[in-house]
């Protein structure tokens, strides 16, 4: 299914720490409308094409300008790094009727909807290729608590792979029916419902 872009506005965030919880979560701290360039955006475009990407990336330096900005002084008052500012803040390009087209971060990556999440992709394929093959020789080795060590974090890695394609395929741009999903992963339903869509909250 091919999703075309018309983008309308940036919405910059900023992650923002409850005193009360102390759970930390995004927030929108400001809103700009975007006039992006006609040839861009005129009939719209493809998302899945480069010049959409290349477009969602020129947002970064005026999301770093906005990072420095978060970098001097935060909402309760106290002084940033400029590290940690640019990790607290991201843009969020959205269409006319707020749907969200691309998140993008101060380093200019970007994530269109529907992509598994940059991070993770690393991650698995640092999994596969770097120091999960080296768990076998730390077993021959007898080395059983860094062979264990590496098998747990294996496991996180996994379990986040499998929690994003679950999100992707039921509750992308082009759904698949939840039983598909369960069948696909070789699990009844019901049983799917209680490792994902209780927590998670994904729809059908």
Same mark, same amino acid.
């Given at each position: 299914?091919?999703?075309?872009?018309?983008?309308?506005?940036?919405?910059?965030?900023?992650?923002?720490?409850?005193?009360?919880?102390?759970?930390?979560?995004?927030?929108?701290?400001?809103?700009?409308?975007?006039?992006?360039?006609?040839?861009?955006?005129?009939?719209?475009?493809?998302?899945?094409?480069?010049?959409?990407?290349?477009?969602?990336?020129?947002?970064?330096?005026?999301?770093?300008?906005?990072?420095?900005?978060?970098?001097?002084?935060?909402?309760?008052?106290?002084?940033?790094?400029?590290?940690?500012?640019?990790?607290?803040?991201?843009?969020?390009?959205?269409?006319?009727?707020?749907?969200?087209?691309?998140?993008?971060?101060?380093?200019?990556?970007?994530?269109?909807?529907?992509?598994?999440?940059?991070?993770?992709?690393?991650?698995?394929?640092?999994?596969?290729?770097?120091?999960?093959?080296?768990?076998?020789?730390?077993?021959?080795?007898?080395?059983?608590?860094?062979?264990?060590?590496? !098998? @747990?974090? %294996?496991?996180?890695? *996994?379990?986040?792979?499998?929690?994003?394609?679950?999100?992707? /395929?039921?509750? &992308? #741009?082009?759904?698949?029916?939840?039983? !598909? @999903?369960? %069948?696909?992963?070789? *699990?009844?339903?019901?049983?799917?419902?209680?490792?994902?869509? /209780?927590?998670? &909250? #994904?729809?059908?």
């Amino acid at each position: 299914m091919t999703r075309f872009y018309r983008p309308d506005r940036i919405d910059y965030d900023v992650v923002v720490l409850d005193q009360q919880s102390g759970v930390s979560r995004w927030a929108t701290a400001g809103v700009e409308v975007v006039e992006a360039p006609h040839a861009l955006v005129d009939g719209g475009g493809s998302m899945a094409s480069e010049s959409f990407r290349t477009y969602a990336a020129s947002v970064a330096p005026r999301l770093r300008d906005f990072a420095e900005q978060v970098a001097t002084v935060d909402q309760f008052g106290a002084t940033m790094h400029r590290y940690q500012s640019y990790q607290a803040v991201r843009a969020v390009l959205r269409d006319a009727q707020g749907v969200l087209l691309a998140e993008v971060r101060c380093d200019g990556s970007v994530t269109i909807p529907g992509e598994l999440d940059q991070d993770l992709r690393r991650q698995f394929i640092g999994m596969i290729n770097g120091w999960l093959p080296m768990t076998i020789r730390e077993v021959d080795r007898s080395k059983y608590d860094n062979a264990l060590a590496s !098998l @747990v974090k %294996a496991r996180r890695v *996994v379990d986040a792979m499998l929690r994003e394609v679950v999100g992707l /395929a039921a509750g &992308g #741009l082009d759904p698949m029916p939840w039983e !598909l @999903v369960a %069948a696909a992963m070789g *699990v009844p339903p019901e049983t799917l419902d209680s490792w994902y869509r /209780a927590p998670d &909250g #994904l729809a059908k």
